[in-house]
């Protein structure tokens, strides 16, 4: 964890902020949604109480906790952690000749703990929950957030209900289990687990807190570290595009939020980069919301995709999803399965990288952003990949046998011939 590194505040947290109404609510305690009007909130800071330096954030530990000034956590002694943040931002070189660009960056965050980016906003709910004195957890899931919130429950002693479709990862489901979190397997789609969180944070309002995305204000707060670091790890400069998978869209909004708040600092400067939502064309509200002109999304009826993270037919945060690509000149675009599931194995084959079915559906966007001319041969790019590509061995199945399109089997004896 990291060490403070001058005299000024831990934390410069102040209040939270409603993005639709504007209310102003106390963040001593716990607060859920807007009472007012149902919206999330949005922790803000006294950034001019910063009296740190990005020199001295780079003296400190490689965590997201390097940078607590700008994040809720009151002391160290709050926090909750597993060793998370600080990601690669891997250059693509072949990859971005492939693409017809000049260069190309991956945000890896297969490598965080319990192997996917969701473990940044666990880190922070559930130590800034564990701060205030939440008692028990509820969420529902797509598979990774329940995974990345069972750890760090277990890890801050607090319970943990996770409702999850029956389709998620089989992974991740053992995941929750081996962290002790109580999972309910639901048939149907992540807004059916939800329906069942709320029933039971209903039914015994003491014992469980919803934590759902976007319910609670800090999940949003560990994934803009995703900003911070992208432009620490650029030299505090912005790239011109960041493109991410989007579903909840919470890491979209958080490096929206990071880097205004850098802006502010003075810490970075020039335009933001502009914001690519991306999403699969079997479940695309907010493309579809975002080419209708429209500020919110409608429901996506039969939602169904491999990249089984982005199914949310319909999103609590949409309006600031939409709102963060057009204020940024950014765009959504949605791509087919097929097409996301063959970049995943022409990423694998260029770079060696294997990518998560999210993360692989930004390539696929920027391919085509590219044929378009909407990105330019000059922008420097950079891709979420969001989740380890381990955790989805369906996306890339290898049959055994002797039929065309699999593996053969080799004797276990003599030598190998190779054609």
Known sequence: MSETTTTGPWSTLSHLECPRCGDHLDASVHQGLC????????????????????????????????????????????????????????????????????????????????GSFKARGAAMGVSRAKELGVRGLAMPTNGNAGAAWAAYAARAGLPLLVAMPVGAPAITRAEVVAAGGQLHLVNGLISDAGRLVAAAVADDPDRWTDVATLKEPYRIEGKKTMGFEIAEQLGWRMPDVVVYPTGGGVGLIGIWKALQELLELGWVTGPLPRLVAVQATGCAPIVRAFEEGAEVSEPWADASTVAFGITVPKALGDFLVLRAVRETGGTAVAVDDDELLAELQHVGSLEGLVLCPEGAATVSAVRRLRASGWIGADDEVVCLNTGAGIIYPEALPVAVGDGEGEVPVVAKEGPLTVR
């Open 35 to 114: 009472p007012r009007d149902g919206s999330p909130l949005l922790a803000r800071y006294d950034l001019g109480a910063v009296t740190v330096t990005p020199d001295d954030v780079a003296r400190r530990a490689p965590d997201l906790w390097r940078y607590h000034e700008l994040l809720p956590v009151q002391g160290p002694e709050g926090v909750v952690t597993l060793g998370e943040g600080m990601t690669p931002l891997l250059p693509m070189p072949r990859l971005a000749a492939d693409l017809g660009l000049g260069r190309l960056l991956v945000k890896d965050e297969g490598l965080l703990p319990t």
